[in-house]
């Protein structure tokens, strides 16, 4: 679809969903107290207010479901929440919409039928789970639903089946790149060669990493539980941003401190208007994560735009001597060292300090000099992006904890 007609399309399918919206109290009263009388150009939709994580906290658990229980069909909540979750409902259109999306995203990143998928993450209210799997079962995938397991045993099954594409979050890859390591053979005993990988922040850096160690290609997949569940974006093989489905969802990026629209390819806060949706017709998700978005035509063709990858979460960011930082920066420059096997720590202590450790590889670790060299390197590296000073640790493979899920990468231990 050109352009102009996905336009068209977006400022249609935005005015049904303002519709829709309105039978969501919370933002009934949003929408009446702005006297938005409805939307003709897609510049309205600045008008239109935000719905917010706390907004979906507060409406914990069916405040923000806009259509009768007797039409949902599932329930998913948020992940990795340490408080009240956010709920997530799909109507049976909705279920419908969002199978074709994940196929949509698996077939970009050159999945086909004959290939055999496994899920290697929750299949429980992690939309990552059943979203995956149902998208891999429409575009006509063989699926092994293992689910969560330890990587032992997800690494067997992918054998035992002949796997060749899979879904994981990026540490999980990272700890199957340390199996490989370690074991002679493993490698050649599997098929695998895609990753869709997602859920967790990453960094280009790492992909490298990891598409060179495991051998396969590795996708960036986006999305968020709030509107709808991943499924939003995932990168083509281009590999140059992740194209976001415009025909479903309407994307905008804003300031993080004032809301206010930005300009075309100023990074910012993502703001996403899901356009589809019918059991929680939310408007203008503030999404927290910050990237910006790339126009122009992409190699492989697609006409949806895409957005860069995303640089972390806004809350994410911490403060050492006055200086915010994002875990992303000194992911980036840990990772385009080779002899690091992709696992790091950033530990605040004390006043203020920073010391980050990172592992290498053990025939890095294995020679003092290069030890040093990776030591004097990240410090500088750090010191020219961050104008911090840091403590950098270089560590064996396998003494920094492992979690299982998603990897914890700062530990703040300041008395502050
Ligand atoms: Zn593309």
């Known amino acids: 679809m050109d352009r102009d007609s996905i336009k068209k399309m977006q400022i249609k399918k935005l005015s049904a969903a303002l519709k829709r919206a309105e039978k969501i109290p919370f933002l009934r009263e949003r929408i009446r107290e702005r006297r938005i009388g409805g939307v003709s150009d897609l510049g309205d939709v600045a008008k239109l207010p935000f719905t917010t994580k706390k907004d979906l906290i507060n409406a914990f658990p069916f405040g923000a479901l806009a259509?009768?229980?007797?039409?949902?069909?599932?329930?998913?909540t948020s992940s990795g929440s340490t408080n009240k979750p956010v709920t997530t409902f799909y109507t049976k259109r909705d279920l419908a919409i969002w199978s074709e999306l994940m196929a949509r995203g698996l077939a970009c990143a050159g999945a086909r039928r004959g290939d055999v998928f496994q899920n290697t993450t929750s299949q429980g209210f992690f939309t990552g789970g059943l979203g995956l799997i149902q998208g891999a079962e429409r575009l006509g995938l063989t699926v092994v639903p293992l689910g969560s397991?330890?990587?032992e045993k997800q690494l067997e099954v992918m054998g035992n089946f002949g796997v060749t594409v899979f879904h994981a979050?990026?540490?999980?890859?990272?700890?199957?790149?340390?199996m490989f390591e370690a074991s002679n053979g493993l490698r050649a005993s599997l098929k695998i060669r895609i990753g869709i990988l997602g859920a967790e922040p990453w960094t280009k850096e790492t992909r490298r990493k990891i598409e060179t160690s495991l051998g396969i290609g590795a996708f960036n997949n986006y999305g968020l539980a709030e509107v709808g569940g991943p499924g939003v974006a995932i990168e083509c093989p281009q590999k140059s941003g992740l194209h976001v489905?415009?025909?479903?969802?309407?994307?905008?990026?804003?300031?993080?401190?004032?809301?206010?629209?930005?300009?075309?390819e100023e990074e910012g806060e993502l703001v996403i208007t899901p356009l589809d949706r019918e059991a929680m017709p939310i408007l203008r998700y503030r999404t927290g994560d910050l990237t910006k978005i790339i126009d122009g035509k992409c190699e492989c063709g697609r006409t949806h735009r895409r957005i860069e990858w995303i640089r972390g979460r806004i809350d994410d960011m911490f403060k050492v001597r006055g200086v915010g930082v994002y875990p992303s920066t000194i992911e980036k420059i840990i990772a385009s060292h080779k002899e690091s096997n992709g696992n790091f720590l950033i530990v605040l202590s004390g006043v203020?300090?920073?010391t980050v450790k990172m592992e290498v590889s053990s025939s890095a670790w294995s020679n003092k000099e290069t030890v040093e060299r990776i030591r004097n390197s990240v410090f500088e590296e750090i010191k020219d992006a961050t104008l911090l000073r840091t403590i950098v640790e270089v560590c064996p493979p396998g003494a920094l904890p492992r979690q299982e899920g998603k990897a914890k990468r700062l530990i703040d231990q300041r008395r502050l």
Not at 169 to 178: C, K, T, V
Not at 245 to 264: A, K, N, R, S
Request: charged fraction near 30%.
């Open 149 to 151: 397991a330890n990587p």
């Open 67 to 76: 259509v009768p229980l007797n039409r949902v069909l599932r329930i998913h």
């Open 245 to 264: 489905w415009e025909d479903h969802f309407l994307m905008e990026v804003v300031d993080p401190t004032t809301g206010e629209p930005l300009e075309e």
């Open 169 to 178: 979050i990026p540490s999980f890859a990272l700890r199957m790149m340390e």
């Open 352 to 354: 203020d300090d920073i």
